[in-house]
């Protein structure tokens, strides 16, 4: 298994995970100077004449970093992009990607030929994300050049499936680049996705405890305060799976304990769900290991000396 040229000088093999309405370009770019991968969701930018300006200011503060310090460049950064048909800023929002050469595409909620080969026509790669084995191939064999494994456990929308048992399943017929999403929060679980076969971790929920993310103080303390006994796994908010915190469901008058199901047919990704997860908050079961608010850079040196001292262990046995 080789990594893409674009994913191969990382600080430590981890890709920030695109938060809905969290991740921002401030958290991006701290991302990428502290040697991860950093990524924001394109609907994030609103209206959608704002991504053109958030795309200028990643790349021109990336490009500044880089000329001021040739020796520790900062990692690439990621746009996401949803690209089912509720969608209607798909085209803008790909084709600002273009125009910018943003380096990492990721794809979520369907898999589109056109995506993905208008992000190859500048040499770009595309990393899709998928809960299961069928979805992986189907990814694949319409272009994407790498998976982002969503197993259980994870933040947002989130697979039932062990991480385990979903990389096994890919890895037999796959060799391209996979990274592992799935209650990842410490360097020890970097590592481990690496054992189990993935090359790299896709970690979320732990960012929203940052100074840079775009949460309320409330999110940010209920993600330090809970733990995986505080998760919910439904597919009432948006009709698609996801894993949110309780409180966050119990504070909006939800019984956790009979929540109805949702029609997958009415998914939805506008202004309607945007107001709903300012109220109902999503995340992992990786977040007891999140005990205080810090800056992305300081978590970051956390999982880089987790993730050495995890390595070490393992050599020295």
């Given amino acids: 298994m080789s990594l893409p040229p674009v994913l191969q000088h990382l600080r ?35 209206p959608a004449e704002m991504l053109e300006e958030w795309l200028k200011r990643i790349t021109g503060e990336l490009a500044e ?12 950064f990621a746009v996401n992009q949803i690209v089912h048909r ?19 595409v990721i794809t979520s909620l369907g898999a589109r030929p056109d995506v993905n ?27 994407a050049d790498g998976l982002i494994a969503v197993a259980a456990g ?46 790299l971790a896709y970690i979320g929920s732990a960012f929203i405890a940052t100074v840079e993310a775009n949460a309320s103080e409330g999110y940010k303390q209920m993600i330090v305060d809970s733990a995986a006994d ?24 939800l019984d956790v304990d009979n929540l109805p199901t949702s029609d997958k047919s009415a998914m939805n990704f506008g202004s309607d769900k945007a107001k709903a997860w300012k109220d109902i908050w999503g995340s992992g079961q990786g977040i007891g290991a999140v005990k205080k608010v810090v800056p992305a850079a300081e978590l970051i040196d956390r999982l880089a000396a987790e993730y050495a001292a995890a390595r070490a262990r393992v050599l020295a046995a």
């Avoid at 370009?25 to 950093?38: E, F, S, T």
């Avoid at 970093?65 to 690439?76: F, W």
């Avoid at 509720?86 to 990492?104: A, Q």
């Fill in 12 to 46: 430590i093999p981890v890709i920030g995970s695109p938060l809905f309405i969290i991740s921002n370009p401030d958290l991006v770019i701290a991302q990428c100077k502290a040697g991860i991968v950093g990524s924001f969701p394109a609907l994030n930018a609103r």
């Fill in 65 to 76: 970093h880089d000329a001021k310090h040739p020796d520790r460049k900062a990692a690439p």
């Fill in 86 to 104: 509720s969608n209607t800023r798909i085209d803008h929002d790909v084709e600002m990607c273009v125009k910018y050469r943003v380096p990492v």
């Fill in 117 to 143: 080969e208008a992000i190859h026509s500048y040499g770009g790669i595309v990393l899709h994300d998928i809960i299961n084995n069928l979805f992986a191939r189907k990814a694949v064999e319409r272009g």
């Fill in 154 to 199: 994870a933040g947002g929308h989130a697979g039932s499936l062990s991480p385990f048992a979903l990389v096994q399943e890919i890895r037999e017929w796959f060799d391209g680049p996979i990274a592992l999403s799935g209650a990842i929060a410490n360097g020890n679980a970097v590592l481990a996705a690496q054992a189990c076969g993935a090359d």
């Fill in 230 to 253: 505080d998760i919910v796994y439904t597919n009432l908010i948006t009709g698609v799976l996801g894993n949110y915190l309780k409180p966050s469901l119990e504070r909006a008058g």
